[in-house]
């Protein structure tokens, strides 16, 4: 074969710096001329993997737990938590569309190689953290469903490699199809028990409107107070990662970008599409809230880890009604429980790939195959889950319970850290006429709302980052190890806080570059064309 046919070999690791997930990139083609519910149609399913982000593993708990112990008062942190993400992924998406680069390659097209670095182990350190929740959440899904052993079921999780090797070979589509039936499941799975529990329907509509306990630091119940617990909700909802994945594929429909009307359309569907789905991880996260209120008795669940749920859902003296108690006795509500766990698992186990490699292109220019990038970030987000199981191996199951969901929940405070590292530079570049031209920057309201979104946050995410901090050293620390926590968590909030002026500085000035050049550019073409 003659050397200029042959095809060329990739290698393991190379460099990149073309479009984003090339391997998708327009892969879907958007036929023209349709209405409009066969053309929300085609672009319909980039929602859907942003979604998962928003009701993975993680959510689980701290919903549950704040239905047990305030019953609907969180339902109002649920609804704006949602909404604050609608917000967030339109922009992302609107970013991706407009200007042809995920976020990740925008920042580091504006901003220096260190701080590109900087961001990069950063977001990385935060895609990992929600990894961990994704072995934990597995692995006792499949200890709970089938009986093997723990640690064997820890390295299971590895092998899901083999699953996004499969899917990566069926194309994008029905990639899309795959996580909306396993959105399905949940939603299902879920609705089946709030059913049976015939909640208070009224409560849970009173829930919905914030009032100023919902943000109180009293009563405390079961160790959480309704500040806390909203915390929780808000951090184990709006996750950096997202926006990253939302810019990159977003990009997977096939438009003429010389064309405006089709970029707007673009815009218009895929923000349907973002909403819709976001709706449904919003109805997710509230069935499992209401799961907390109507399912079982107030404060008859003590271990809120995914063992103590699995447990409650099978013990008749926890359920609040005969309904419940007589289904609960078939073990069919604690078996539907661990199916729902593994969806979610697996779901997350598409998006976290991509996610991994949409950053690791954007910020350092260097790319994996999937299958690689999954094996390798699984494979270390294994290794704390191994440790904790081989620490508690010898002790009480309750002991190994407790530790993995506390490993599952500090693990989470690098999400704090990353997201405003996210916000703030996509709230920055859609705000600016230069990124994305009069038509597609943020409007006032999409500008005033984003700002507030972004401030909140961030203000919200160190508020309780001494909480998260102190969560590390158990459930009952002693004041010294309290003092300890407190003076580590404002030195990372000093810390943060001074990345995030570096990243302003940045910004300002690549956005600075970008006008000049754009202005240079016009010049030279009304130049030619006199």
């Given at each position: 074969?003659n050397?200029?046919t042959?095809?060329?070999?990739r290698k393991?690791?190379e460099?990149?710096?073309?479009p984003?997930?090339?391997e998708?990139?327009?892969?879907?083609?958007?036929?023209?001329?349709?209405g409009f519910?066969?053309t929300?149609?085609?672009?319909?399913g980039?929602?859907?993997?942003?979604?998962v982000?928003y009701?993975d593993?993680?959510?689980?708990?701290?919903?549950i737990?704040?239905?047990?112990?305030?019953?609907?008062?969180?339902m109002?942190?649920?609804?704006i938590?949602?909404?604050?993400?609608m917000?967030l992924q339109?922009?992302?998406?609107k970013?991706g569309?407009?200007?042809q680069?995920?976020?990740a390659?925008?920042i580091?097209?504006?901003?220096?190689k260190?701080?590109g670095?900087?961001?990069?182990?950063m977001?990385?350190?935060a895609?990992?953290?929600?990894?961990i929740?994704?072995?934990?959440?597995a692995?006792i899904?499949?200890f709970?469903?089938?009986h093997?052993p723990?640690i064997?079921?820890v390295?299971i999780?590895?092998?899901d490699?083999?699953?996004?090797l499969l899917?990566?070979?069926?194309?994008?589509r029905?990639?899309?199809?795959?996580?909306v039936?396993?959105?399905?499941?949940?939603?299902?799975?879920f609705?089946y028990?709030v059913?049976l529990?015939?909640?208070?329907?009224g409560?849970?509509?009173?829930?919905?409107?914030p009032t100023k306990?919902?943000?109180a630091s009293?009563?405390?119940v079961?160790?959480?107070?309704?500040?806390?617990?909203?915390l929780g909700i808000i951090?184990?909802?709006v996750?950096?990662?997202?926006?990253?994945l939302?810019?990159?594929?977003?990009?997977t429909?096939k438009i003429?970008h010389?064309?405006?009307k089709?970029?707007?359309m673009s815009?218009?569907?895929?923000?349907w599409?973002s909403n819709?789905?976001?709706t449904?991880a919003f109805?997710?996260?509230?069935?499992?809230?209401?799961?907390?209120?109507?399912?079982f008795?107030s404060g008859a669940?003590?271990?809120p880890?995914?063992f103590?749920?699995?447990?409650?859902?099978?013990?008749?003296?926890t359920?609040?009604?005969?309904v419940l108690?007589?289904?609960?006795k078939?073990?069919i509500?604690?078996?539907?429980?661990?199916?729902?766990?593994?969806?979610?698992g697996?779901?997350?186990?598409i998006t976290?790939?991509?996610?991994g490699?949409?950053?690791?292109e954007?910020?350092?220019h260097?790319?994996?195959?999937?299958w690689?990038?999954?094996?390798?970030?699984?494979l270390?987000s294994?290794?704390p889950?191994?440790?904790c199981v081989?620490?508690?191996?010898?002790k009480?199951?309750?002991?190994?319970?407790?530790a993995l969901?506390?490993?599952?929940?500090?693990?989470?405070v690098?999400?704090?850290?990353?997201?405003?590292?996210s916000?703030?530079?996509?709230?920055l570049m859609?705000?600016?006429?230069?990124?994305m031209?009069?038509?597609f920057?943020?409007?006032f309201?999409?500008k005033?709302f984003?700002?507030?979104s972004?401030?909140?946050?961030?203000?919200?995410?160190m508020l309780?980052?001494p909480?998260?901090?102190?969560g590390f050293f158990g459930?009952n620390p002693?004041?010294?190890?309290?003092?300890?926590?407190?003076?580590i968590?404002?030195?990372?909030?000093?810390?943060?806080?001074a990345?995030l002026?570096w990243?302003?500085?940045?910004?300002?000035?690549?956005?600075k570059?970008?006008?000049?050049?754009?202005s240079?550019?016009s010049?030279?073409?009304?130049?030619?064309?006199?």
């Amino acid at each position: 074969m003659n050397e200029e046919t042959e095809p060329k070999k990739r290698k393991l690791i190379e460099y990149a710096n073309g479009p984003s997930l090339e391997e998708i990139n327009s892969s879907v083609d958007v036929p023209k001329g349709k209405g409009f519910w066969k053309t929300l149609f085609v672009y319909s399913g980039p929602g859907a993997l942003v979604a998962v982000g928003y009701m993975d593993p993680g959510n689980w708990s701290t919903s549950i737990t704040g239905g047990q112990n305030f019953e609907y008062l969180l339902m109002s942190v649920i609804l704006i938590s949602s909404l604050v993400a609608m917000l967030l992924q339109y922009m992302a998406a609107k970013l991706g569309i407009v200007t042809q680069m995920d976020l990740a390659q925008a920042i580091r097209a504006r901003t220096s190689k260190a701080l590109g670095i900087v961001l990069w182990i950063m977001t990385e350190f935060a895609i990992m953290a929600t990894d961990i929740a994704e072995v934990i959440g597995a692995a006792i899904a499949l200890f709970l469903l089938f009986h093997i052993p723990l640690i064997i079921d820890v390295f299971i999780t590895v092998f899901d490699v083999l699953l996004l090797l499969l899917l990566t070979k069926i194309g994008f589509r029905k990639i899309e199809a795959i996580v909306v039936c396993l959105i399905l499941v949940i939603i299902l799975v879920f609705g089946y028990q709030v059913a049976l529990s015939n909640p208070n329907w009224g409560g849970v509509i009173k829930g919905i409107v914030p009032t100023k306990e919902t943000f109180a630091s009293s009563p405390t119940v079961g160790g959480m107070t309704p500040l806390t617990g909203a915390l929780g909700i808000i951090g184990a909802t709006v996750m950096p990662h997202n926006l990253y994945l939302h810019s990159a594929i977003s990009q997977t429909r096939k438009i003429d970008h010389n064309d405006k009307k089709q970029v707007a359309m673009s815009v218009k569907f895929t923000a349907w599409d973002s909403n819709i789905q976001l709706t449904f991880a919003f109805f997710v996260n509230a069935l499992l809230l209401i799961m907390g209120v109507a399912v079982f008795k107030s404060g008859a669940v003590k271990d809120p880890s995914f063992f103590g749920l699995f447990q409650a859902l099978s013990d008749t003296k926890t359920m609040s009604n005969g309904v419940l108690q007589s289904v609960a006795k078939t073990g069919i509500l604690s078996t539907l429980f661990a199916v729902a766990l593994l969806a979610s698992g697996q779901n997350s186990t598409i998006t976290g790939t991509l996610t991994g490699q949409v950053i690791m292109e954007g910020f350092v220019h260097m790319r994996m195959p999937l299958w690689l990038r999954r094996l390798v970030t699984r494979l270390i987000s294994v290794i704390p889950v191994l440790i904790c199981v081989s620490l508690t191996s010898g002790k009480s199951a309750i002991d190994e319970h407790v530790a993995l969901n506390d490993l599952m929940n500090n693990s989470q405070v690098f999400l704090a850290f990353a997201l405003p590292f996210s916000m703030l530079p996509l709230l920055l570049m859609t705000d600016s006429k230069a990124e994305m031209g009069q038509q597609f920057k943020n409007g006032f309201l999409i500008k005033m709302f984003g700002w507030i979104s972004v401030v909140g946050l961030t203000y919200l995410n160190m508020l309780g980052l001494p909480a998260q901090i102190e969560g590390f050293f158990g459930s009952n620390p002693t004041k010294a190890q309290i003092a300890l926590a407190d003076h580590i968590a404002y030195g990372l909030i000093v810390i943060v806080l001074a990345l995030l002026v570096w990243t302003i500085v940045e910004m300002y000035q690549g956005n600075k570059r970008v006008k000049e050049i754009k202005s240079q550019n016009s010049a030279k073409i009304s130049e030619s064309e006199s």
